[in-house]
């Protein structure tokens, strides 16, 4: 009971400063719609708009585009984390393609694959496996070198080493290249949308922009964040059962 | 000891390791000609000076590590690279934190190196458990475990796949007083059970002479034997042989010897005008 009254107040605490600063005339009362507003178009929205479909077809974006992207970075953070030689070659350009914002290559990504759905999975696969090679690599390159040597003094060889010492060791760097992935994917979500997306999270928002519609806008950001947020505590909770071998400050 | 001496399983021949000088600086030599030979069932321990490279010599006998000039060698055959019959023991222990104390130290018998039938492995992994005092913590995990317990699973791990040879290196540099002590009398045990030809790097003159038979006094880098002692105590030994007069003038000898290294290595590193 306690607990779930110390996890609840942060929000309690938020939804009360809102209200407050929503009647406290210190804002325009047109620009800060209040809490109960919100709710209330939430519940239009849902029941009798559009936003069941648009919470299915970002959810479905976000997922394919953090899928591929995990997939194929936890690939290439192998390679780059064990290879020192490969990693000196490419790492500029990682970090280089990493540093550019997704927003940047819309335009770029309409010329070559349109706006369809691919145009917008592109724009989050390529937000997500930028994150994620970068936290592979890096876990990948910091495995201690004693396990290496341990696994060759007991008789391993170079396959057995990587199936049985590496991998193991590279499970909870791929859980957080997935949570980092999934992040970015959905900070990334609103960008990828504008390529002319009709439905979806981003595109509710963005309708609702050029309207005017507070109250809508706030329903699309908050609706991303619980989102974002339930797919980040499965995660955790599936994470902290196959890493619980670790030793760990926090 | 045995009559007739063994057969000579590990030389050093004309052993020296250098490795290249930084930024146009010479080459840093840090073993100098260094040749003798380990026998069969011997126990030797290898001391000297923090830093002066007896770990380095440990290294080339593991494998890990291949001498510039010279040659390190088992029964006439060049040492190329790690393998099961030369087990090693680190003083950070490597203990396998995402396996259970169980699948530690079945490891070894997992690999290919090792096929042995699974009902044989299960067999020698509680054996080897039992033998290390684990029997209680089977499926726990290393975050559980205190320094001393991860070595003796470290240990197990390492007898597990039977190697011929054991060598550790200061293995017991990062325990306490009293675990140090226990571990050294647990190590003679299961030597006593099951004999394998050791050698020992250590820091402690006390641990060499009532292990060993056979002391190596190295000399301050780049190392170069100073000594070699043979260890007139029999085994098995106890904890008694610590108040025997012969083990108090050995280790003074022994002492003096690896103090004057140590002085040397001082005067070394003090500018010169």
Request: proline fraction near 6%; hydrophobic fraction near 50%; glycine fraction near 8%.
């Amino acid at each position: 009971m306690r607990r779930a009254a110390l996890i609840a107040s942060p929000w309690v605490v938020i939804v009360l400063v809102w209200y407050a600063i929503a009647y406290s005339g210190l804002v325009n009362p047109a620009l800060i719609p209040t809490p109960h507003a919100v709710a209330a178009q939430f519940w239009e929205q849902l029941v009798h708009a559009r936003l069941p479909r648009d919470i299915l077809m970002s959810t479905q974006r976000v997922l394919l585009g953090v899928v591929c992207g995990i997939t194929v970075a936890v690939p290439v953070g192998f390679v780059l984390g064990w290879y020192p030689s490969i990693r000196a070659f490419i790492d500029p350009l990682i970090n280089f393609f990493r540093a550019l914002p997704p927003i940047a290559l819309i335009p770029l990504v309409v010329v070559y694959f349109g706006i369809g759905e691919i145009a917008k999975v592109v724009i989050l696969f390529y937000a997500s496996f930028f994150a994620g090679v970068i936290v592979m690599y890096e876990g990948i390159a910091q495995i201690s070198p004693i396990y290496v040597r341990v696994a060759r003094t007991l008789g391993a060889t170079d396959a057995e080493l990587f199936r049985k010492v590496v991998v193991p060791l590279a499970v909870p760097h791929m859980l957080t290249a997935l949570r980092v992935a999934l992040g970015v994917a959905w900070a990334t979500l609103v960008a990828s949308e504008l390529i002319a997306a009709q439905q979806g999270l981003g595109a509710l928002i963005q309708n609702a922009a050029s309207f005017f519609q507070l109250d809508i806008i706030y329903v699309g950001i908050i609706c991303i964040g619980l989102i974002a947020l339930a797919m980040d505590l499965c995660l955790r909770a599936v994470g902290n059962r196959l890493v619980s071998w670790q030793e760990r400050i926090a | 000891m045995t009559s007739a001496p063994s057969p000579p399983r590990i030389a050093f021949d004309r052993v020296s390791l250098e490795y290249p000088g930084r930024n146009g600086a010479p080459p840093v030599r840090v073993v100098d000609d260094v040749s003798y030979a380990i026998r069969q069932g011997e126990f030797v321990s290898v001391i000297g000076p923090s830093g002066c490279g007896k770990t380095t010599m440990m290294n080339m006998v593991a494998g890990f590590v291949r001498p510039s000039a010279g040659a390190v060698t088992l029964d006439g055959k060049s040492i190329d690279g790690p393998g099961p019959d030369r087990g090693v023991i680190f003083q950070e222990y490597g203990v396998f934190p995402w396996l259970s104390v169980r699948d530690n130290i079945a490891f070894g018998l997992t690999l290919g190196a090792n096929r042995a039938a699974a009902a044989e492995r299960d067999a020698i992994v509680e054996r080897y458990m039992r033998l290390m005092g684990l029997a209680d913590f089977a499926d726990a995990y290393p975050k559980t475990l205190s320094g001393g317990m991860r070595q003796r699973l470290a240990i197990a791990r390492a007898y597990a796949v039977r190697p011929e040879f054991l060598l550790m290196d200061e293995p017991f540099g990062a325990l306490d007083a009293q675990t140090r002590s226990a571990m050294q009398d647990l190590l003679l045990d299961v030597l006593a059970t099951e004999r394998k030809t050791v050698m020992l790097i250590t820091h402690s003159v006390e641990e060499a002479v009532y292990l060993s038979s056979r002391i190596i006094v190295m000399t301050a880098r780049p190392t170069r034997i100073r000594e070699i002692v043979d260890v007139p105590f029999g085994y098995p030994r106890d904890e008694s042989l610590h108040e025997a007069p012969e083990f108090g003038e050995l280790r003074s000898h022994i002492r003096d010897l690896v103090m004057q290294e140590y002085a040397a290595q001082a005067r070394q590193s003090q500018p010169t005008t």
